[in-house]
């Protein structure tokens, strides 16, 4: 059986950073942001945040909200890894889409203030990213609508990604290493999940 291990977090709160953590410890990254990218060139959209932004609305409204984490399932089944990583959680119907394939699902969320967010997504520049104000505000609520809220407060485990780049990846490393060796016997109940 797979463990999946997924991250959840508001844009420009550092998911890619812990994916790309992920990717160098050796570990498959299945983004969902990927699914609603490949779907706006099968559709011939441009990937520009209005369009990612209707067709993740789209997808949901025509095949349910749990659709993108449905088409990542066999994404997940052709990785010959029994540990998998997920960047993009959206919604508990996500959530609960890989809990009743995955019984071992982690979710692990990650968080960032507003400016922060911000300021790394201007930075970072990618076609789907908001470049004003106004467009980070319509970014933040359609995926508050969707359900990203009560993901991220449901979270098994929460990282703080407000300072240091090299501090934040480490903190990473050490929660996956955590989660990881916790299934192979460990007691998942312990009370100090946090991280800061």
Same mark, same amino acid.
């Given at each position: 059986?797979?463990?999946? /291990?997924? &991250? ?16 160098? !410890?050796? +570990? ?7 699914? /609603? %990218?490949e ?10 945040? !209005? ?6 609305? !789209?997808? %949901?409204?025509? #095949? ?8 990542? &399932?066999?994404? &997940? ?12 959680i ?14 071992? +699902?982690?979710? /692990? ?5 507003p ?17 004003t104000l ?6 933040d609520?359609? #995926? ?11 979270a ?8 240091? &780049?090299?501090? +934040?990846?480490?903190k ?9 060796d ?11 999940? %946090? +991280?800061?």
């Amino acid at each position: 059986m797979k463990k999946v /291990i997924a &991250i959840v977090g508001m844009p420009g709160s550092g998911k890619s950073v812990a994916t790309g953590v992920a990717a160098r !410890e050796g +570990f498959p990254v299945i983004s969902m942001g990927d699914v /609603i %990218r490949e779907e706006a060139m099968l559709r011939g959209l441009n990937p520009s945040p !209005e369009n990612i932004g209707r067709i993740m609305l !789209e997808l %949901r409204d025509e #095949e349910g909200d749990d659709a993108v984490a449905r088409r990542c &399932i066999p994404r &997940i089944e052709a990785e010959k890894s029994n540990v998998v990583i997920v960047e993009g959680i959206r919604s508990m119907a996500e959530v609960e889409a890989f809990k009743r394939k995955y019984p071992d +699902f982690i979710l /692990i969320g990650v968080h960032a203030s507003p400016e922060t967010r911000l300021r790394r997504l201007v930075a970072r520049g990618r076609e789907d990213d908001p470049r004003t104000l106004s467009h980070f505000r319509e970014r933040d609520k359609r #995926e508050l609508q969707v359900g990203i809220g009560n993901a991220i407060a449901m979270a098994d485990y929460m990282l703080v990604n407000e300072g240091d &780049i090299e501090e +934040f990846k480490e903190k990473v490393r050490k929660l996956l290493r955590r989660v990881i060796d916790e299934n192979k016997g460990g007691d998942p109940s312990k009370p100090d999940r %946090r +991280f800061k």
